[in-house]
């Protein structure tokens, strides 16, 4: 199991390993509570509604909406410029900061409809990434 960043606000390890796994396939997955049927972030063994503890992950759907974002122009090894570190809200409810991909990816507003990516050759393993489709 990677011991290194996530770049993520969620570090990966046993709890966290479904969300890690999901984007190997491509495929965005998160806690949903069984009880409240609420989805959750941050990975929690209980549900952060009604405190239950059947927690499961599920199938996301992939989607989502950018709530906010940071514009970096530095350049670092490693990382394209410019690199948009972004707050995004999925369909589900949930808000993860992440990162924006695809072209233009500077001009990217408040509001704009994503949809979640992964790289399968991206190291030391692959998180969701998000692109614009609006
Ligand atoms: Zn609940």
Redesign the pocket.
Known sequence: MPTESTGLDLAYDETTAPFFEGAARGDLVLQR??????W?WPVKYR??????AG?EWRPASGRATLYSLSVVRQQYPGFPSAYVIATVETDEGVRFNTSLVGADVENAAIGSALVAEFDADEQPFTVPRFRRIS
């Open positions: 509570c069984r009880s409240c049927e609420k959750m549900c952060i509604h009604c405190f239950a927690v």
